[in-house]
Structure formats: structure tokens, C-alpha cells
């Protein structure tokens, strides 16, 4: 190929969007980013204007999706999915077919990523045909196929990302149009952030043997527990290690814990 490879990032999560633009520059240094866009529509339109050689798509997307802006992209470039849930990229990448990264995306998997590609271009090979997948994996998109267990939050603090893993996570508390997460830190401290996802969805997408709803509006983390103290024989009350916070548990979710 003649030039420097291009490329086109699609991600509507803009701090991440910028990481992996940063992470491509130490990882490819001669890779030219052309082209950043903040959903599935932009990708389709900067891609056609711009025909850049390499695109890192976001799976989940508001409108279109990173899977089905690769079906307009088809064969015309070499596609890398960047997805925060596992599923779609372990049932494309068991066939190996896809290139993919789990976010938050680490520089290692990146690297051998970035590896395969440099190869495929440097071979002049032909892009691969992945329509059929790629059918299969917007149909699942459709349906609503339940995610993944979460491994980590990410929560805006001022202009800082934070990347929360689960197990950092004491408790989750439901806050108007919000949701409260409680977390703690490497150093062992208490952290707190809003995020905007509602308490319903992340309970869905949590690991039921460790996460467990103790009221209409608290989730907690069964590992942060200390003990917990009855009130009635309605109510008691969740208190965790490290923290002055004490959780209510409400009638309907004091059968978890009965025999403490």
C-alpha cells in the first residue's frame, strides 16, 4: 500500500474515543487517524468520505450500531469492534474471523491487534467477508440479547473517566435520574460518582451471587458486607466494611437475610 494507513474511530463515548486515539498513536505510530465519530450514522458518513483503510467500531452505539455501520463498510476496509460486552466478540472471534478489543482497552491486546492488521495491509490482503456474521450479530443486537455481567462502570468525576471494576463496588444506590455508585479506590478509600445509567438496567446486567438488591432503590455488594442488624421484624439494616453508610433492607428483601 502507498502512504500511511488510515483510520476511522467510532466511539459515542468521547473520553474513551480520545484514549484509544492516544493508545493507537503509541501503538502505531504511522497509523493516521482521519476520521472520529460519535455514532454509528457519523461512522457510515466519514467513512464514504474519507475511505480510510482501518476502522475500530464501537458495538453498542445510540442509533446505528457499530455492527451495522460495518455492514455498510463491508469488504472496503479492514474492521476492528471495540465492545464492552464479551458475547459479540467471543461468538465472531471463536470462528476467527473478527478482530476485536474489550474495553477499557489494554495496550498488550491492542498491540497484538494492532499486529494482525499491520500484516494484513502490508500483504495487500483483501478485507474479510463478514456478512453473514455480521447479520447474525445486528439481528442479536435487535433482539436485545442480555449482556454480558459487567466488569466495570465508567462514571464521569468532573473531567476525569473512571474506570470502576465491580468488585471495587460497595453498594448502588438509585438518586432521582441517576445512580450513586459507591466504590473503592487502590489506596482503600471511599469514592463516590454518579452515573446515568438507571439502578434497573446495571442490576441486570450484574452477577446475582454477588450482587443483591436490599431495597427498591439499593443494590449491594454481598463481599462489602460487615453484618447486618434487625430492626422489626420488618426492616434491618446493611452496614459494610469501612464505610459509615448504613443500607436499609426492606420487607420485601429481608428474607436474604434471614439466617444472619
Known amino acids: 500500500m502507498n502512504g500511511r494507513p488510515t483510520a476511522l474511530i467510532a466511539e459515542d463515548e468521547p473520553l474513551l474515543r480520545d ?10 505510530p504511522e497509523l493516521e487517524i482521519v476520521a472520529l465519530a460519535r455514532n454509528g450514522r457519523e461512522a457510515i458518513r466519514l467513512f464514504d468520505a474519507r475511505l480510510p483503510d482501518v476502522c475500530f467500531l464501537d458495538v ?10 460495518a455492514r455498510h463498510i463491508g469488504r472496503r476496509a479492514h474492521l476492528v469492534f471495540v465492545t464492552a460486552y464479551d458475547q459479540y466478540a467471543v461468538q465472531a472471534f471463536a470462528q ?12 498488550e491486546r491492542l498491540a ?14 483483501p478485507a474479510i467477508d463478514t456478512e453473514a456474521l455480521l447479520q447474525q450479530l445486528a439481528a442479536q443486537l435487535q433482539r436485545g440479547a442480555a449482556p ?8 464521569q468525576v468532573g473531567q476525569t473517566l473512571r474506570l470502576i471494576a465491580i468488585d ?10 441517576y445512580t450513586l455508585v459507591a466504590w473503592r479506590g487502590d489506596d ?8 446515568r445509567t438507571p439502578l434497573k438496567e446495571l442490576l441486570a446486567q450484574l452477577d446475582p451471587a454477588q450482587f443483591a ?7 449491594v455488594n454481598l463481599r462489602a458486607v460487615s453484618h447486618v442488624t434487625r430492626g422489626d421484624n420488618e426492616t434491618a439494616d446493611v452496614h459494610l466494611r469501612g464505610r459509615k453508610d448504613v443500607l436499609p433492607v426492606s420487607r420485601s428483601y429481608l428474607h436474604l437475610f434471614r439466617q444472619m
Not at 19 to 28: G, K, M, P, S
Request: hydrophobic share 45%; aromatic share 6%.
Open 213 to 219: 438488591q436490599v431495597h427498591r432503590s439499593v443494590v
Open 60 to 69: 453498542h452505539m445510540p442509533g446505528i450500531s457499530g455492527i451495522e455501520a
Open 168 to 177: 471495587d463496588i460497595d453498594y448502588l444506590r438509585s438518586d432521582t435520574k
Open 19 to 28: 484514549a484509544l486515539a492516544r493508545q493507537l498513536a503509541q501503538a502505531w
Open 148 to 155: 454480558a455481567p459487567l466488569r466495570w462502570i465508567r462514571a
Open 112 to 125: 497484538e491487534t494492532v499486529a494482525r492488521v499491520r500484516e494484513r495491509l502490508r500483504a495487500a490482503q
Open 188 to 195: 482503600g478509600q471511599p469514592g463516590e460518582a454518579l452515573v
Open 96 to 107: 476467527g474471523v473478527l478482530d476485536y478489543l474489550v474495553k477499557p482497552v489494554e495496550m
